[in-house]
């Protein structure tokens, strides 16, 4: 599943492709959104910026117009050279915007809405998203606030997974940074230090801007323990496990021998 590093890249890529141009050419090719007339509705307005927020991506049009993405968990980003190949197929992608030699492709994204810029504003989903693990500045002092408005029986592994507490960490970035941290995911949230928390949330955020940046992504990196279950743990040799956490039932991934 994408993850905050995967859409700061992507948004980092379209920025530099299309913001400040007219797109020469909009399309959305699903069926799903035929009939909204996207193309006509942002016809002659320039992509004034692109942005993201933790797995949210935003692309803010002339005239208030913000188009809203968010990848959910089989979604991706595509921006190259006009003209070039796709790489999934033409039935799968939901947006395109070209212009300057450039092109950038949505594909199988379940989010994608135009709205104004005052709903994007006060829309619930969007307008109670923690910061932004990976956002210029990520005030400490508010996530741990907001995890503690969270119920104090829930897991931490699956705490850090609460977009309202922090935007941005996937199941990936979880188990792993609950790794670095030496911290068991399966600790009630109330029984965790907040030093230990806010050093689980550090390793993600410095190891996250270095993903946005390289765009190397969650699948390419060598994982600890995400996906490791049955191998032995990288520190100390215990076998890592794993298990679903919490009313989602999350897949986590541990090592029993030394996150405490
Ligand atoms: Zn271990």
Redesign the pocket.
């Known amino acids: 599943m994408p993850e905050g590093d995967t859409i700061h890249y992507a948004a980092d890529r379209i920025r530099a492709a299309l913001e400040g141009r007219v797109p020469e050419r909009i399309l959305t090719p699903h069926p799903r959104h035929r009939l909204d007339r996207w193309p006509e509705k942002l016809s002659g307005r320039a992509l004034r910026s692109v942005d993201a927020h933790g797995k949210h991506l935003f692309l803010r049009f002339d005239g208030a117009l913000t188009l809203h993405s968010h990848l959910r968990m089989t979604g991706s980003w595509a921006v190259q050279r006009d003209g070039a190949p796709w790489r999934r197929s033409k039935r799968r992608a939901w947006l395109v915007l070209a212009g300057g030699g450039w092109e950038a492709v949505q594909f199988d994204g379940p989010v994608l809405e135009l709205m104004s810029d005052a709903r994007a504003r006060a829309d619930p989903r969007l307008a109670d998203l923690g910061p932004d693990v990976i956002g210029e500045h990520l005030d400490e002092r508010r996530v741990l606030e907001r995890l503690r408005e969270d119920d104090p029986t829930r897991p931490i592994g699956d705490a850090l997974l609460n977009q309202r507490t922090l935007a941005g960490i996937g199941n990936m970035w979880k188990a792993e940074c609950c ?1 670095a941290a030496e911290l068991d995911p399966w600790r009630a949230a109330a029984d965790v230090a907040d030093e230990q928390v806010l050093a689980a949330v550090a390793f993600a955020r410095r190891e996250m801007t270095r993903s946005a940046r390289e765009g190397k992504g969650f699948q390419t990196r060598p994982h600890a323990v995400y996906r490791q279950a049955g191998r ?7 076998t ?1 496990r794993q298990r679903g956490q919490w009313e989602n039932n999350r897949v986590t991934f541990w ?5 405490h």
Do not use: D, E, L, S
């Not at 032995?232 to 215990?238: K, Q, S």
């Not at 090592?255 to 996150?259: A, E, K, T």
């Open positions: 790794f032995p743990c990288p520190r100390c040799g215990t890592i090592c029993p021998g030394c996150q």
